[in-house]
C-alpha cells in the first residue's frame, strides 16, 4: 500500500518559516520525482516545487523562488519543503506528489499553511 505522508504544517506569523516533511512508504521512492502543490481556498492546485529523483532537475514556481527550498533524502524516503519569508499569500493546504512516468501519480493528504499575524 503506497502512503505519502506530509507534515510540518502550522500557523506561522509573515515573514516566518517552516519545513514540511513527506514521507513515503510503498513504492521504490528513488525512482519517482517528487513534487510540491498548494492549493487555497477558491483556487486551483498548483505546482510549487519539484525535485528529480537524484535531487537535480529542480524547479519552482515563480511565486516561490527564492524563498522555498526543495530537497529529498533516498535513504529515508522523504522529501522536504523549506518555506522561508512566508507571506499571507502562501496560505494553503500543501499536498507532496511522487510521479514516474511509468506509474500511477500518488498523492498524500496535505498539510494546512497558514500565515497570518
Known amino acids: 500500500q503506497v502512503q505519502l505522508v506530509e507534515s510540518g504544517g502550522g500557523l506561522v506569523q509573515p515573514g516566518g518559516s517552516l519545513r514540511l516533511s513527506c514521507a513515503a512508504s510503498?513504492?521504490?521512492?528513488?525512482?519517482?520525482?517528487m513534487r510540491w502543490y498548494r492549493q487555497a481556498p477558491g483556487k486551483e492546485r498548483e505546482l510549487v516545487a519539484a525535485?528529480?529523483?537524484?535531487?537535480?532537475?529542480?524547479n519552482y514556481a515563480d511565486s516561490v523562488k527564492g524563498r522555498f527550498i526543495i530537497s529529498r533524502n533516498n535513504a529515508k524516503n522523504t522529501v522536504f519543503l523549506q518555506m522561508n519569508s512566508l507571506k499571507p499569500e502562501d496560505t494553503a493546504v500543501y499536498y507532496c506528489?511522487?510521479?514516474?512516468?511509468?506509474?500511477?501519480?500518488?498523492w498524500g493528504q496535505g498539510t494546512q499553511v497558514t500565515v497570518s499575524s
Open positions: 506528489n511522487a510521479h514516474w512516468i511509468y506509474a500511477e501519480d500518488y
Open positions: 510503498g513504492i521504490t521512492f528513488s525512482t519517482y520525482d
Open positions: 525535485i528529480g529523483k537524484t535531487g537535480g532537475r529542480i
